[in-house]
């Protein structure tokens, strides 16, 4: 019932840094759970970051100290704030949105999806 628009995405170079924003429409995130994911060439998505209602925050360990999750319910607009990036952090980056309960890094729990933004980091 919501849907959910990527953007922010570029070509760097290693060590700079990019935010993405993913904005919502239909609903109000609220009542959300937010996460962002990962796909990289030919590889599976995985988890990056989430946030919950309350705005506790979790992290990969590939991306904790580096990336940072925030969301703005005013604004109904979720963000990640990718610091120090390399060349292995290239990949599509999409964010999702739950309403459920669980753990929140699990990806099966994530309905909602966006539709991605390519983010590549050169060396």
């Known amino acids: 019932q919501v849907q959910l628009v990527e953007s922010g995405g570029g070509l760097v170079q290693a060590g700079e840094s990019l935010r993405l924003s993913c904005a919502a429409t239909g609903r109000t995130i609220s009542s959300y759970r937010l996460g962002w994911f990962r796909r990289a060439p030919g590889k599976e998505r995985e988890f990056v970051a989430a946030?919950?209602?309350?705005?506790?925050?979790y992290y990969a360990d590939s991306v904790k100290g580096r990336f940072t999750i925030s969301r703005n319910n005013a604004a109904n607009t979720a963000y990640l704030q990718m610091n120090s990036l390399k060349p292995e952090d290239t990949a599509v980056y999409y964010c999702?949105?739950?309403?459920?309960?669980?753990?929140?890094?699990?990806?099966?729990?994530?309905?909602?999806w966006g539709q991605g933004t390519q983010v590549t980091v050169s060396s």
């Open positions: 999702a949105a739950d309403s459920g309960s669980g753990y929140i890094a699990d990806i099966r729990r994530y309905v909602y």
């Open positions: 946030i919950g209602r309350t705005a506790n925050t």
